[in-house]
C-alpha cells in the first residue's frame, strides 16, 4: 500500500486525474453490469444508495475542509459559489417538476 501511495505522490497531477477517472468508470460499469447481469436481491438497493452517497459527501467536505487554498478565496468566491448551488437546486426542483407533469399527462392519454 505504501509503495502504491508514493507512486501516486509522484505522478503529475493530469496523469493523476486520469488514473482517478479511469477507476471511477471501472467501478461504474462494474455496478452497471452487476445490477443488470445479476439483478442482486440480497440487499435493498434505497439502503445500499443512501449509505454510499452520505460516504460520498463526507469524503468531500473532507477534501475541501482539507483544502487551505480554497478556505484563503473563499471571501472572494463565496457568494457567486452560493448564486451556482442555489441555481443548480433550483433547476434541479424546476426540471423534475416539469419531468413529472409531463409523465402524468402521458399516462392520462
Avoid: D
Amino acid at each position: 500500500m505504501k509503495g502504491l501511495l508514493t507512486r501516486i505522490k509522484t505522478m503529475n497531477e493530469s496523469r493523476c486525474s486520469t488514473v482517478v477517472f479511469t477507476g471511477i468508470l471501472v467501478a461504474f460499469i462494474a455496478g452497471l453490469w452487476i445490477g443488470y447481469k445479476r439483478r442482486p436481491t440480497f440487499f435493498k438497493k434505497y439502503k445500499v444508495v443512501f449509505w454510499i452517497t452520505l460516504m460520498l459527501l463526507f469524503l468531500m467536505g473532507y477534501e475541501t475542509g482539507s483544502n487551505a487554498e480554497l478556505f484563503e478565496s473563499l471571501p472572494r468566491i463565496g457568494w457567486w459559489a452560493l448564486v451556482i448551488a442555489v441555481s443548480g437546486v433550483a433547476g434541479g426542483f424546476l426540471f423534475v417538476f416539469l419531468f413529472e407533469q409531463a409523465m402524468k399527462k402521458r399516462k392520462s392519454l
